[in-house]
């Protein structure tokens, strides 16, 4: 089949870009989205052309480092995909595609569709862990916890942190990112301890890196390749009001 | 010459007799000593966050944008550990034994026993952490059986029990990150090792967003870099897996050990195209119910559906009728290979065999089988569009974990004092042959309960030593070298990128030195890689003058895969036998299994590095089995 | 300002739904207009009465005025905060197919409401309150013959029934969006809270469109 594409190019965080054409003749469509953009830097290298830098490693849909938006949407057409498990069978032939980085100001383009996603990890370091040191833990089996507890905290424990919310978003809110990993330390025993300071110090992070607020259109979880479920949200806030309430 | 430094006394008391007679650093001193951890997967994470609990200043780095990035998060079916809480007859020498068995008895039996003493440990850690393991009804932890061995003892977390382990690391990590005990540089890829005065000072690293070089010195330093089986071009392993940090560890002087025993893993998707850049691992759980066939005709057109029964061949089940399909990897892997090369290979490149559900569909009812794997046959139907429910999923073997890496001793440390290796990067506990779900249990170990004590052995005597000076001629040297390297990939200017010897190598590497080698291919395969090499240095392409320059990554990793590679071939042309994942063609029995020689073999294989032109040294450490006795591998 | 964005939400929330409570007080006055006859006049002129000689219903009054001044002034905060969270657009946005459009258009939906609030309270509660209205054979002002005199106009219905679309759809997603800002995440009392935001929504729409639609036809 035959594509043309239309990519975000910006060779620096300093210089503005803009979206450049090409054409790509015998795209197999059993290639990987991913493997196209590879065939692709081929071709643009053999013509001198400096090749579309983008993120990605692991190319089985769990690391979370791929991520671009596909014709419009994170991760591209197919429902609860990631980049690099969406394959060009999923496009007809002579198809337009346009590709774009995650945008917010929070996650600013490093070069063309490369993005720096550091502020997750930032609102995980303000409280995003349950505080054990090696070598603390008790025996595994003491605390037991029950079936559906544990795959509720799974559900929610799931999120590989690729920013397809935020780039969904509206508001660019990391909302559904950030109560995620609060609903699933919360929903354990382990992390109830902290769950007071833990969903403050998040929040606070999360409005500090520049996400905006969320109002609730429910477009992540839409876009969230891992199916997290916008109640985790609805839990954050309960959590937050309850720390609020309770705090002195 | 090779020191293993195995503690005396009973198997069982070498551990505790080690960690109570070990130096320790106290507390007040800790700050004064700093130590670079480069890799943040399991391994580096755990040792980077236990060093930060401990009062040590850390440096961690990682090529990825995150930490939690890191190729532990792919890991799928579980982690080992004997906690016998099934009651079935664990204990840590039944582990120790199905371990040191599962690797061919080419493992350290005091390396393996402290893995599996050290196994329960680690749950109650994750556990604590958060990791939401799999529970049974009551709400204890549930466990699954793995990899052929009689016990329940793998615990896991659905599919996804890398992935749950590392956040809990990372998380761990993220946290002493906070408390600015960790000083943690992403986008970060290790380039040069420093030594000074024979011992491991520091790194330089090139940050991969500016494209600056930077030095970092430290009392000692940490590789938890991983595997290196992406040097085969097509494998599970993600794109920027590489051998990279090791390679260059041991071009300083570290030493090698067993670096072509790599494990290809039997059951992931066949490559379908040139355009391939990796094969995706299917759960090795989905031979529990799936029987593996090929058709008995060669060459056979048909959809596989309407092959009748009596025109399949069940292969494993036909050789090895006391395992069937349930073999460990290595043989599975080799059966595989064995009918594909001998043309019964299916699917459009004749690659592949099939793996097949419809008896388990038919005896169990198809709402069974999607509970047990829904995850996995929906993951299949993403990539190839097949739905495996109604037809037998293609499967092929595919490169996948390096036991083999970096000699180390029991205290994990490296021939280079003060350079330690972790995880998979080093070779030193799966022998010839990693059983299933012990790869994230060792990381971990590694990580959370091994190197934080016996660093502290080398570390005491460190704390004088001041900050080390990254103004020394040392760091001096290796920048320049690395900043020459990097200049003369890109002055290269010629027409193929780096891909384009990468995936020659990976070629040459799978038919001559993957499943089965022998004399007359390593042979002509060293002489490919010198040829692929000599190419490389001629006409590689690298865009030119860029601060983000991915192919100027890849080319630096592709240079140290090409000699890499070519130590590979040494290393299994000089191994003249068959075990585990090493099988010599030479050293088979008339049925083609794996003829072991314990009498002229019973040995680790280090090398060492003796310049680009000169063929590598090897050193021996043979192999003391005082507590088990070798037997002979059958799973007839 | 120093609140934290799921603060600013609670506000919006609170006031919001305090809003949706006085919708509740204000449809059950006006359902005195569908009563047949003279007696919908008198009903209808005594219950206004009562409402603006009552020091609680003052009381909730003030609280009413202030909520919507609040609700306003957040969605601007909110609003233009969320506008700087991304200053680089996409070039081409298809992101419309994953949410539904009025959850996206809150503030188009709340700019309609509020130009019709200031119609609404300029026609009814300025006149009634600083105008020279005439008394019913009570005593009363007579705010029926008001009412009903402004929904003769075919066009001011139109215009009514249609914001009472826009009123929907601004209500079931602030409705929703109201319950999970204050932390309503079980997924059974969800599912209630679902039911019950529409059938609220439904009735207290369909009630405000039907009045001035029977009004205008039937009297």
């Not at chain 2, 049974?136 to 382990?165: H, I, K, P």
């Not at chain 2, 355009?275 to 008995?296: A, F, H």
């Not at chain 2, 779900?437 to 016996?454: K, M, R, W």
């Not at chain 2, 022998?518 to 006409?539: C, E, P, T, V």
């Amino acid at each position: 089949m035959r594509i043309r594409l239309k990519i975000w190019r910006q060779e620096s965080n300093e210089t503005s870009g803009r979206m450049e054409s090409y054409e790509l003749k015998d795209v197999n469509e059993e290639m990987s989205f991913l493997e196209m953009l590879d065939v692709l830097n081929e071709q643009l290298m053999e013509k001198g052309i400096r090749p579309v830098e983008f993120d990605h490693d692991c190319r089985e849909g769990i690391c979370g480092q791929c991520g671009v938006m596909i014709n419009g949407e994170p991760h591209g057409p197919l429902q609860h995909t990631t980049t690099c498990q969406l394959h060009m069978r999923t496009f007809r032939d002579g198809a337009e595609i346009y590709i774009e980085p995650f945008r917010a100001d929070a996650f600013p383009v490093k070069c063309d569709l490369k993005i720096d996603r550091s502020a997750f990890d930032r609102i995980i370091q303000s409280g995003g862990f349950i505080s054990v040191d090696t070598g603390q833990a008790p025996e595994a089996n003491t605390t037991r916890i029950s079936v559906p507890v544990a795959e509720s905290a799974f559900d929610s424990a799931a999120c590989i942190g690729c920013g397809a919310c935020v780039a969904a978003c509206k508001n660019a809110s990391a909302a559904l990112f950030t109560s995620a990993k609060i609903t699933h330390l919360v929903k354990l025993p382990q992390g109830q301890t902290e769950a007071q300071e833990r969903v403050l110090k998040m929040v606070s992070q999360m409005d500090a890196e520049g996400f905006g607020h969320c109002t609730n259109t429910e477009a992540c979880e839409a876009a969230c390749p891992q199916e997290i479920s916008v109640l985790n949200i609805a839990r954050m806030n309960w959590e937050y009001n309850k720390a609020h309430i309770m705090r002195k | 010459m090779l020191d293993a430094k195995i503690p005396e006394g009973p198997l069982e008391e070498k551990w505790n007799y080690y960690k109570s007679h070990t130096k320790l650093v106290n507390p007040a001193n800790r700050k004064k000593i700093d130590v670079i951890v480069v890799g943040t997967g399991l391994a580096g994470s755990a040792i980077a966050a236990s060093l930060g609990e401990m009062g040590y200043r850390v440096k961690s780095f990682c090529f990825q944008d995150t930490a939690r990035r890191a190729h532990s998060v792919a890991a799928q079916g579980g982690v080992n550990a004997c906690k016998n809480y099934k009651n079935d007859g664990d204990s840590v020498f039944r582990m120790f034994y199905d371990t040191i068995k599962g690797g061919d008895f080419r493992s350290r039996e005091a390396n393996v026993y402290r893995l599996a003493e050290c196994s329960a440990n680690l749950i109650d850690q994750a556990v604590a952490q958060g990791v939401p393991f799999g529970r049974e009804y009551a709400g204890y932890l549930n466990n699954r059986s793995f990899g052929g061995v009689q016990v329940s003892r793998t615990f896991y977390a659905r599919g996804q029990t890398g992935q749950q382990l590392l956040l809990g690391a990372y998380q761990a990590l993220m946290r002493q990150v906070h408390a600015g005990h960790v000083q943690l540089s992403t986008r970060h890829e290790m380039l040069e090792l420093v030594v000074i005065d024979g011992k491991a000072r520091g790194v330089i690293v090139r940050d991969l967003v500016t494209g600056a070089l930077e030095r970092h010195g430290a009392h000692a330093v940490v590789l938890a870099t991983g595997g290196f089986g992406k040097i085969y071009f097509l494998s599970t392993l993600a794109m920027g897996c590489n051998g990279s940090a090791i390679w260059r560890a041991h071009k300083k002087g570290a030493l090698i050990a067993n670096p072509s025993w790599t494990q290809i893993h039997p059951t992931s998707l066949p490559q379908s195209g040139e355009y391939q850049s990796k094969l995706t691992l299917m759960s090795e759980s989905l031979r529990n119910d799936g029987r593996i066939w090929v058709p008995k005709k060669e060459d056979d057109q048909r959809p596989p559906n309407q092959i009748p029964e009596e025109e399949r061949d069940y292969y494993l089940e036909r050789r090895y009728p006391a395992f069937g399909n349930l073999t460990p990897r290595d043989i599975a892997s080799r059966a595989a290979k064995e009918r594909i090369d001998a043309g019964y290979g299916i699917g459009p490149l004749k690659n592949a065999v099939y793996l097949d559900f419809s008896r388990a569909i038919g005896e169990q009812g198809e709402d069974k089988i999607r509970e047990k794997y829904g995850n996995l046959f929906r993951m299949y139907q993403k990539i190839t569009n097949v739905n495996a429910y109604t037809e037998p999923m293609r499967i092929s073997p595919a490169a996948h974990f390096s036991m083999g890496g970096l000699w180390v001793d029991y205290e994990l440390m490296t021939s280079i004092p003060g350079l330690y290796a972790l995880g998979e990067s080093n070779f030193a506990d799966h022998g010839a042959n990693r059983l299933g779900a012990n790869s994230l249990l060792q990381a971990c170990v590694d990580g959370y309960f091994i190197a934080p004590y016996t660093m502290a052995n080398f570390l005491a005597d460190e704390i004088r030593t001041g900050p080390i000076d990254t103004k020394h001629p040392a760091f001096e040297a290796a920048e320049e070298q690395v900043k020459a390297q990097l200049r003369m990939l890109e002055n290269i200017q010629g027409k193929h990128p780096a891909d384009y010897f990468h995936r020659n190598l990976g070629r040459v590497l799978y038919d001559k030195c993957g499943l089965s080698r022998s004399a007359a291919g390593l042979s002509s395969a060293i002489a490919d890689i010198q040829q692929l090499r000599h190419d490389f240095y001629k006409q590689l392409y690298v865009p030119r003058g860029f601060a983000i320059n991915t192919e100027l990554e890849k080319a630096g990793r592709v240079a140290d895969y090409l000699e890499l590679g070519e130590l590979m071939c040494h290393d299994a042309l000089t191994r003249n036998e068959s075990c585990g994942a090493h099988f010599r063609e030479e050293y088979q029995t008339p049925d083609g299994e794996a003829m072991r020689n314990d009498k002229d073999f019973a040995f680790i294989s280090a090398w060492e590095w003796q310049g680009a032109n000169n063929p590598p040294l090897l050193h021996k450490e043979p192999l003391h089995f005082e507590f088990v006795t070798p037997t002979v591998r059958s799973y007839k | 300002m120093t609140q934290s964005t799921l603060t600013k939400k609670i506000w919006m929330a609170l006031t919001g739904l305090f809003l949706c409570f006085f919708l509740i007080i204000h449809l059950l006055g006006n359902l005195q207009l569908l009563i047949p006859g003279p007696a919908s006049q008198q009903q209808f002129n005594a219950y206004s009465q009562l409402l603006s000689g009552n020091i609680i219903i003052k009381i909730i009054s003030y609280i009413l005025y202030a909520s919507i001044i609040a609700h306003v002034i957040y969605a601007i905060i909110i609003t233009m905060q969320n506008a700087r969270s991304r200053k680089v657009k996409y070039k081409y946005d298809k992101r419309g197919n994953l949410s539904k459009w009025y959850s996206r258009n809150m503030g188009l939906l709340g700019t309609i409401l509020f130009i019709f609030l200031v119609i609404h309270f300029r026609d009814f509660w300025y006149v009634y309150k600083f105008g020279s209205l005439p008394l019913d054979e009570h005593g009363h002002k007579d705010l029926y013959t008001l009412v009903v005199t402004v929904y003769s106009e075919l066009w001011y219905v139109i215009v009514y029934v249609l914001c009472m679309v826009a009123l929907f759809y601004h209500l079931i997603h602030g409705f929703f969006s109201a319950a999970r800002t204050l932390g309503a995440y079980h997924p059974k009392y969800v599912r209630w809270i679902k039911a019950l935001g529409w059938a609220y929504c439904i009735v207290i729409c369909a009630g405000f469109a039907f009045i001035p639609v029977y009004v205008h036809f039937l009297k």
